[in-house]
């Protein structure tokens, strides 16, 4: 047991966005396609646009899906806006979506890529040893002239 | 201060850690919803994409460390294909 390690990820991003049923796959294949890895879809049912909308609410769908994709701090802006223009966001009643910052992210990593990750790390701290010590000299700085 | 912890794991995993972990008292709510991804699992029902569940923790922030390695640990985070976990503040502090 105590062998066992929690390697925490962070700089992450959790993109959501709700869109319509049957919308989901063209939002999460536009997303792929930009950088990110996969998405988690889930069923919903929401109200509201569509009772403000009159009789032009009948034609949003009560159900919707759901998306999560958790991406990176780098290409987050890059997959969001794909995904916006993918799910059609900017025509009324089609859905909204957010981005929330992730305080961390654990996941199974494979022991090559955590050896690979920290490997700079060893160098570093290998090299700083292996460097000879630079000899500490003083200097005087030059007093300050008082003004007149 | 709460904070969500979320967890994207195997079908059936989300009930019996929420059957766990409901009695905690650190615990100020759990929810589990089921749904389909697409990266998390090599194993495909459907097509290009694998059923799985997600599990939601809210919980005070100064006992979210603790949840979430627990989570971690009932979730076997170190071996493949087991899921993923993820933490984020609900509400930023005031500046």
């Known amino acids: 047991m105590s062998d066992r390690q929690i390697t925490y990820l962070t700089d992450a991003l959790i993109i959501t966005c709700i869109v319509q049923a049957s919308h989901a796959d063209d939002v999460v294949k536009a997303a792929q396609n930009v950088g990110a890895q996969g998405a988690t879809v889930t069923y919903a049912r929401g109200t509201g646009v569509r009772e403000r909308m009159g009789l032009m609410g009948v034609t949003i769908d009560e159900q919707k899906e759901m998306v999560r994709i958790i991406v990176s701090q780098e290409q987050s802006d890059r997959v969001f806006e794909a995904m916006y223009l993918a799910g059609e966001l900017d025509k009324p009643g089609m859905g909204i979506m957010f981005m929330n910052k992730l305080d961390r992210i654990a996941t199974y990593i494979p022991d090559e890529v955590l050896a690979e990750a920290s490997a700079p790390k060893a160098k570093a701290k290998a090299k700083a040893k292996a460097a000879p010590k630079k000899r500490k000299t003083a200097t005087r700085r030059p007093a300050k002239k008082v003004g007149k | ?95």
């Not at chain 2, 989300?14 to 650190?26: I, P, T, V």
């Open chain 2, 1 to 95: 201060m709460i904070t969500e912890i979320g967890a994207f794991m195997h079908k059936g995993e989300g009930l019996r850690l929420m059957n766990e972990l409901h009695g905690d008292k650190k615990i100020l709510g759990i929810y589990v919803e089921a749904g389909r991804t697409e990266d998390l699992f090599a194993f495909r029902e459907f097509g290009s994409a694998s059923e799985n569940d997600i599990v939601t923790i809210l919980v005070e922030a100064r006992h979210a460390t603790k949840i979430f390695d627990l989570v971690c640990s009932k979730m076997g985070l170190d071996s493949p294909q087991s899921g993923m976990v993820f933490q984020m503040p609900l509400h930023t502090q005031p500046a």
